[in-house]
């Protein structure tokens, strides 16, 4: 697992952990990265391996193991990363970024199930991951540089992952848009309360849609003051 800290003179750490094939090179994760650096945080990002066979192992033990160190942070999960985030412990506030809590509704349970049992590490399973599902400002070099196949261990691992999602913190916030194709929502509105939901307009990837900049100031301050922020936001008439 690759690791890296952005801002190494920043005042508070935030621990970001990003979704499934982002990578800090893509244009769109640098710009959220840059969001954090420039209001004071110390970024601790972590990009994910794209194939796994354990997911203890490969991807929430490396991730545990660090923040163990941390005296104190803020705590950012997109995606996968999100349901990696969901497993530690130690952050003030936790804001996830379309958890992938459960697989959408283009991937039918009954393939799933059949695939998950295929004995195999190797990636000889399709993905296709285009700009109407990521969001409208995806990056040709994102589209190119995302990998298009995962292994049926991976399948096995990531549903075992979401299976045994744990209690979510009642102070989590979660941004997700209704017309994301690669995540559930139910996992979403049976763990984090509705007023904790931020939506917006877009695919998969909120630093990727085109209204992006609508939402830094509220993604911020729900780092910063958790889900409070939210819930004064929500309460104030439109």
């Known amino acids: 697992?690759?690791?890296?800290?952005?801002?190494?003179?920043?005042d508070d750490e935030l621990v970001f952990v990003m979704g499934w094939g982002n990578r800090w090179t893509h244009e769109n994760v640098s710009w959220l990265i840059g969001q954090l650096t420039e209001v004071g945080y110390r970024v601790h990002a972590f990009e994910l391996p794209t194939n796994i066979d354990d997911f203890k192992a490969d991807w929430l033990e490396p991730v545990a193991e660090y923040v163990r160190d941390l005296e104190g942070y803020q705590l950012l999960g997109?995606?996968?990363?999100?349901?990696?985030?969901q497993a530690l412990d130690g952050a003030a506030n936790h804001v996830y970024l379309s958890p992938w809590w459960g697989y959408g509704e283009g991937f039918p349970e009954p393939v799933l199930e059949a695939v998950s049992k295929l004995p195999t590490t190797f990636p000889c399973l399709p993905i296709d991951l285009d700009r109407e599902a990521l969001g409208e400002e995806a990056t040709d070099h994102q589209l190119q540089?995302?990998?298009s196949w995962v292994s049926p261990a991976f399948v096995r691992e990531t549903r075992r992952?979401?299976?045994?999602?744990?209690?979510i913190d009642h102070d989590a916030v979660v941004f997700c848009s209704l017309r994301d194709p690669v995540v559930s929502l139910h996992p979403i509105g049976e763990r984090v309360p509705a007023e904790h939901v931020v939506l917006y307009n877009?695919?998969?990837?909120?630093f990727s849609s085109r209204g992006r900049e609508r939402y830094v100031?509220?993604?911020l301050a729900a780092?910063?003051?958790g889900a409070d922020t939210v819930e004064e936001r929500s309460a104030v008439p439109v």
Do not use: C, K, W, Y
Not at 1 to 10: A, L, Q, T, V
């Open 1 to 10: 697992m690759r690791h890296r800290i952005f801002n190494e003179d920043g």
């Open 78 to 85: 997109h995606s996968a990363g999100a349901l990696v985030a």
């Open 145 to 147: 540089t995302t990998p």
């Open 161 to 167: 992952a979401q299976d045994e999602l744990l209690t």
């Open 202 to 206: 877009g695919g998969h990837e909120l």
């Open 217 to 219: 100031d509220l993604l």
């Open 223 to 225: 780092l910063e003051e």
